[in-house]
C-alpha cells in the first residue's frame, strides 16, 4: 500500500510528473495501484522508495509531449480539429526510443463516437534506467484494429483529470 507518510517528500514530484489523471482514483490511490501492477515486480531490485525516486527521474527525461510536438513529417500535438494516425503517434515515439522496441496506444471511445488518445505505454528494465520492449497485454484495448487507419483525437489535460464518461468533461485536480 502506498504510505504518504513514508514518502512525503516525494509527494510533490510525483503530484507534478506522475498524477492520477483519472476522476475515478486520488493519486495515492494511482500511486498504489502503479506499485502493485507495475512497480512490485522490480521490488528485488527497486524497493518502492527507490522505484517511486526512479519513476519521478525516468518522468522528467521522459517528455512524450515534446517527442510528439517534434515528430516528423507532422507534429502530434493537442488541436481540436486535427485526428491522428495510431501508427505516427507510436512512430514519434520509437523515434526516441529506438524503432525496434515495442510501445502500445491505449484509447477510449466515447459517445461522440470518436477515439480518443487514453494511454501510452513505454516500459523500462527492472532498473528503470532502460527501454526494453513492452510485453503484449490483453489489458490495451479501446483503439480501432487498424493502426494504419485509426485516427485518434489528442487533448491535452494539463491539470485536469478526465472524466471516465466523457473526455470533454473535465474535472480540476486538487
Given at each position: 500500500m502506498f504510505d504518504v507518510v513514508q514518502y512525503k517528500k516525494l509527494r510533490p514530484d510525483l503530484g507534478n510528473?506522475?498524477?492520477?489523471?483519472?476522476?475515478r482514483w486520488t493519486n495515492e490511490k494511482f500511486w498504489d495501484h502503479e506499485w502493485m501492477d507495475h512497480g512490485s515486480c522490480s521490488s528485488n531490485v527497486l524497493p518502492p522508495l527507490q522505484y517511486f525516486t526512479a519513476a519521478i527521474t525516468q518522468s522528467k527525461k521522459t517528455n512524450i509531449k515534446q517527442w510528439l510536438r517534434v515528430a516528423k513529417p507532422k507534429a502530434i500535438q493537442p488541436l481540436d480539429s486535427v485526428l491522428f494516425r495510431q501508427s505516427d503517434i507510436e512512430n514519434a515515439i520509437k523515434a526516441v526510443i529506438g524503432n525496434n522496441l515495442n510501445i502500445y496506444v491505449s484509447c477510449r471511445q466515447y459517445s461522440d463516437g470518436r477515439y480518443y488518445l487514453y494511454e501510452i505505454y513505454i516500459c523500462l528494465d527492472k532498473t528503470a534506467t532502460n527501454?526494453?520492449?513492452c510485453p503484449a497485454s490483453s489489458r490495451l484495448t479501446g483503439c480501432p484494429p487498424n493502426k494504419d487507419d485509426a485516427l485518434i483525437k489528442y487533448i491535452t489535460i494539463s491539470g485536469?483529470?478526465?472524466?471516465?464518461?466523457?473526455?470533454?468533461?473535465?474535472t480540476q485536480s486538487p
Open positions: 510528473y506522475w498524477p492520477s489523471l483519472t476522476t527501454y526494453v520492449t485536469t483529470s478526465v472524466n471516465e464518461e466523457s473526455p470533454n468533461k473535465l
